[in-house]
């Protein structure tokens, strides 16, 4: 037995490697630098983890995400292996701490941001570690062709000076050509190896339908399914909703989007991952790093922003290998609503100078200087001062933030706590002839405890939304009792922050950005097509157009989507057994993909893909994740 086969099996209880994995490891370990484009539940931790287990010295893996670093920190630590992260610290010590743990404690991993190399004392502490890998996770978002495309990882090239001799293995689960080639370039890889797995999966089967009680359809849906699912919708509001009515209609649901606090985040990701909810409702902050082995059910209620992004969403079902379905349900207007609404928001070079102009203005930042104070910022107030779109103005924030002028730091709603100080009948003397303070307190004291104790977070959005009132009749009342001693309360007047980080430069800070800002709304507008394609599409397997749409376009008709299964009846059946029999014949000798078998035999490409079909069906072959056939064993 190899030596990665033994930590293989003495950490992970695994007794063999799925594809692609021990070449990628051996390459590692051979120190050449590689790209791992394995496809969602692929195993790519592995790939980094073993050989950094097998050398001397340290590994630093560059990850996106907090709470991906802190799962993946947490299940290292539970298997007896030291490893840390860098997340969420606020003192320096606690930075320094950390460091110095990977200097001199014998750690094996650190797990840090691409924002958080940029630090200057992070750099030169790296200097005295003995680096031998960077793992690069989610490389995609090194792209501007990629989703999620984070400018700070263009910076990750900078740690070859730090550490000149390791080894870089970028990894990621969806890139096309041309994201694969900005990987190679952004990281300055050395020779650099590629390593593409498949991307079919023949568990999963994808469904478009057009359906206009969606609501109707989807409770349809999750009746049906028995095991976990995710539904995703596009705005916030809607998790909610959607999962309130879901509860009503005896589906346990909880749901998830990012303006929720941390806390809560965690409490409703936790409630699905142990299945004490059945159903998550989610935006697409729900995303990457998300791991259930049960989901068997994806639902998309909206149209996906790219196809990159349903991709990845529709590949959290079926991780068990069970059967799963990723169903997207499509209203008749849909199309036609994405097309103007998707287009219409996308913010050219102008609108954002504007914003940015606006913005120094709003918050009287002098021409050439540099405000580092944390500005309270209240996004509806600063949209009708200027007479702006929200929308489009809160896109625009987003690029800004997104190039490294400013950071947009949102609450979503206003913080406000509150603290009863009077008992019960001193408090309802201060209502009794006042009904809409009645209703307010009455309704605080029902949706949260504890307020007669200690200081409470409420929001004030919620028990606006409850009692038909809006949010400033809220904040005047509470503010009355305040005045009175009845109870301490507290108001911010802001839902968001902003911080400059550059100088204000007006025209030459949007200047110097302008041309990636452009190349990206280009991007934008080609993904939006590709993904309305691929709805309108009705005459191609739906699991073909995706696996095309990766580079990979010798796949197979799945058999099980909307259109194979629309489609069935027209090819089954209708060859000849002797073409059976020498397909048979044929894979006895050695596994072959389809394109092989009909270079190597007197069949037509259809026909061979309908036989083929048959014996998976039939289950006398069976398909491999390279998209060999093989006879199956008995």
Known sequence: MSLPHQILKRYWKFSEFRPHQLEIIEAVLDQQDCIALLPTAGGKSICFQIPALIKKGICIVISPLIALMQDQVKGLNAKGIKATALTNLDQLGDLERILDNCIY???????????????????????????????????????????????????????????????????????????????????????????????????????????????????????????????????????????????????????????????????????????KTNVIVATNAFGMGIDKANVSLVVHTDIPESLEHYFQEAGRAGRNQDKAEAVLLIGTNDIQNTKKWRIDQIVDVPYIKLIYKKLCAYFQIPYGELSEEKHGFNFDAFCTLYGLAKRKTYNSLKVLEQHGLIVFEEYFKKKATIFFLVNHNTLHKSFEHNDKLRLIVTSILRTYEGVNSQETNIDIGKVAKTLHLNEDEIIENLNALDAKEIVRFKCGNSDAQITFIQPREDDRAINRISKVVSTQNKNKLKKIKAVIHYIENNSVCKSQQLLTYFD????????????????????????????????????????????????????????????????????QIQQSQINEFQIKCP
Not at 130 to 141: F, G, R
Not at 184 to 195: G, H, I, T
Not at 555 to 572: F, W
Not at 597 to 610: M, Q, R, T
Request: glycine residues 4%; aromatic residues 8%.
């Open 552 to 619: 990979e376009p010798e796949s197979m008709p799945c058999g099980s989507c909307n259109v194979c299964t629309e489609n069935k009846g027209h090819s089954h059946n209708n060859f000849e057994k002797d073409n059976v029999d020498l397909i048979l014949e044929a894979l006895k000798v050695k596994p072959m993909t389809s394109r092989e078998l009909v270079s190597n035999l007197s069949i037509s490409s259809n026909e061979v893909i309908a036989i083929l079909r048959h014996l998976l069906e039939v289950e």
């Open 105 to 275: 404690g014998d750690y094996k991993f650190l797990y840090l941001s691409p924002e958080r190399l940029q630090n200057a004392l992070v750099q030169e502490r790296i200097k005295s570690m003995d680096v031998h890998l960077i793992a690069v996770d989610e490389a995609h978002c090194i792209s501007q062709w990629g989703h999620d495309f984070r400018p700070a990882y263009r910076s990750i090239k900078d740690i070859r000076g730090l550490c000149p001799k390791a080894t870089i293995l970028a990894l990621t689960a969806t890139a096309t050509k041309k994201v694969i080639f900005d990987i190679d370039e952004q990281l300055a890889l050395k020779q650099s190896k590629l390593f593409r797995g498949s991307f079919f999966r023949k568990n999963l089967s994808y469904k478009t339908m057009i359906f206009e009680d969606k609501n109707f359809k989807i409770k349809a849906l999750l009746k049906s399914n028995k095991q976990s699912a995710i539904v995703y919708t596009s705005s916030r509001q809607e998790t909610q909703q959607l999962a309130q009515m879901l509860n009503l209609n005896g589906i346990s649901s909880g749901y998830y989007h990012g303006g929720l606090s941390n806390k809560e985040k965690e409490h409703q990701y936790n409630q699905w991952i142990s299945d």
